[in-house]
T-cell receptor, first 111, second 114 residues
Framework: DQQVKQNSPSLSVQEGRISILNCDYT??????FLWYKKYPAEGPTFLIS?????DKNEDGRFTVFLNKSAKHLSLHIVPSQPGDSAVYFC??????????FGEGTQLTVNP | ETGVTQTPRHLVMGMTNKKSLKCEQH?????MYWYKQSAKKPLELMFV???????ENNSVPSRFSPECPNSSHLFLHLHTLQPEDSALYLC?????????????FGPGTRLTVL
């Protein structure tokens, strides 16, 4: 039973445009949601998180939106840059420290 | 060294070998984790250590044996592995309490079992 799903395995956007990465979840007990970025041959790097009591969190070019009624979150990157090309993982936290990850979305930003 | 380091970065082993993966965190964290990432699958949590005690074991086969001698070091001992165990093994650490949510990952060990 996959509790966190990223239905798009890949996304391609032009430099300067907006990238929107999506994530759906099923467990209403998740209290935090996180986004990680992963380059080849490196471990995942934390990007941004959002508490389940918020609907938006912004950090520079990255904004995460949470729609609890739809059990959906999204990561917006504006403007997209070629260096943003990586695999993006959505993760969700239950009580304590356990994180449940999605399958990842490969973002390619074309110059 | 900073952050979370893992050695070796690559490992090829036969099914009868015994090897160990090492993880070290330089962040002063009090929790450490082992994850497995297979191709096109989500990261799977294997083990969690909090304050050097194993608090979670996610139905992992006994051919994987973790060890956490102190809060900065974590090992994963491997023996009689199967080819399907070939994957990227990631170590992570975090600070429990203080409102920190994120885990910090090492670069991983790419394991190939022949």
């Amino acid at each position: 039973d996959q509790q966190v799903k990223q239905n798009s395995p890949s996304l391609s956007v032009q430099e300067g445009r907006i990238s929107i990465l999506n994530c759906d979840y099923t467990n209403s007990m998740f209290d935090y949601f996180l986004w990680y970025k992963k380059y080849p041959a490196e471990g995942p790097t934390f990007l941004i998180s959002i508490s389940s009591i918020k609907d938006k969190n912004e950090d520079g070019r990255f904004t995460v939106f949470l729609n609890k009624s739809a059990k959906h979150l999204s990561l917006h990157i504006v403007p997209s840059q070629p260096g943003d090309s990586a695999v993006y993982f959505c993760a969700a936290r239950t009580s304590g420290s356990r994180l449940t990850f999605g399958e990842g979305t490969q973002l390619t930003v074309n110059p | 060294e900073t952050g979370v380091t893992q050695t070796p970065r690559h490992l090829v082993m036969g099914m009868t070998n015994k090897k160990s993966l090492k993880c070290e965190q330089h962040l002063g964290h009090n929790a450490m984790y082992w994850y497995k990432q297979s191709a096109k699958k989500p990261l799977e949590l294997m083990f969690v250590y909090s304050l050097e005690e194993r608090v979670e074991n996610n139905s992992v086969p006994s051919r994987f044996s973790p060890e956490c001698p102190n809060s900065s070091h974590l090992f994963l001992h491997l023996h009689t592995l199967q080819p399907e165990d070939s994957a990227l093994y990631l170590c992570a650490s975090s600070h429990l309490a203080g409102g920190q949510v994120e885990q910090f990952f090492g670069p991983g060990t790419r394991l190939t079992v022949l």
